[in-house]
């Protein structure tokens, strides 16, 4: 199984980005995933999860600005990200676990990509 994240990058408050997570060795209609990331000093957290019949979660501090969503043709998941905020500044991490993702401990889960740093600047 490997997971390949890219779309980071540096943008101004306000600007979008949109993150992809390309997938291979895994069949998507099995598998729940997330995106995951990790600010400076802090511990990583579950930013959004869509489960394998299409269902997504955010957190509340991203709902209305994310969307996360799925290209099962191309294996690839995404997050088009809105109006960031320098509080979303973080590298961003994508992974699955068999069962549900989304609430899990992240120590359940048992793959992940290298991650893909977003800086947002005020």
């Known amino acids: 199984v490997q997971l390949v994240e890219s779309g980071g990058g540096l943008v101004q408050s306000g600007e979008s980005l949109r993150l992809s997570c390309v997938a291979s060795?895994?069949?998507?209609?099995?598998?729940?995933m997330s995106w995951v990331r990790q600010a400076p000093g802090k511990e990583r957290e579950e930013v959004a999860a869509?489960?394998?019949?299409?269902?997504?979660s955010y957190i509340d501090s991203v709902k209305g600005r994310f969307t996360i969503s799925q290209d099962t043709a191309k294996s690839t998941m995404y997050l088009q990200m809105n109006e960031l905020k320098p509080e979303d500044t973080g590298m961003y991490y994508c992974?699955?676990?068999?069962?549900?993702?989304?609430?899990?401990?992240?120590?359940?889960?048992?793959?992940w990509g290298q991650g893909t740093q977003v800086t947002v600047s005020s």
């Open positions: 869509i489960d394998k019949d299409g269902i997504a």
């Open positions: 060795g895994i069949t998507f209609s099995r598998h729940d």
């Open positions: 992974g699955t676990k068999l069962g549900q993702c989304w609430g899990a401990k992240l120590y359940e889960y048992e793959y």
